[in-house]
Nanobody
Framework: QLQLVESGGGLVQPGGSLRLSCAAS????????IGWFRQAPGKEREGVSC????????NYTDSVKGRFTISRDNAKNTVYLQMNTLKPEDTAVYYC????????????????????WGQGTQVTVSS
């Protein structure tokens, strides 16, 4: 039974920081690229960032480049998303999920459909 549990969200002022965690169980975590996705009210789900199984390659959507950093600790079956210089536009529910890995050993912000979504963690950026 695949399980992904997101945590670390909360309310933060513009310019502030949060660190999200994604804890996985029930599958071979270190075989997969893992990504963060978010969904704001009235919007489609958006890919935010992903990291390959070894941690050797990362990918970010343009709107978060230079502000967010993804990392992973395979010994702990956990992926992190450090979010700095947060903006109101970052407000959303954040989810993690396995993503596509290319033959070139990079990741793509496309979720693998065998995974089910966790509960997500709410990030609210507001003054």
């Amino acid at each position: 039974q695949l399980q992904l549990v997101e945590s670390g969200g909360g309310l933060v002022q513009p310019g502030g920081s949060l660190r999200l965690s994604c804890a996985a169980s029930g599958f071979t975590f270190d075989y997969y690229s893992i990504g963060w996705f978010r969904q704001a009210p009235g919007k489609e789900r958006e890919g935010v960032s992903c990291i390959t199984s070894s941690g050797g390659s990362t990918n970010y959507t343009d709107s978060v480049k230079g502000r967010f950093t993804i990392s992973r600790d395979n010994a702990k079956n956990t992926v992190y998303l450090q979010m700095n210089t947060l903006k109101p536009e970052d407000t959303a529910v954040y989810y993690c999920a396995p993503t596509l890995t290319t033959v070139q050993a990079t990741c793509v912000l496309v979720v693998l459909d065998f995974a089910s979504w966790g509960q997500g963690t709410q990030v609210t950026v507001s003054s």
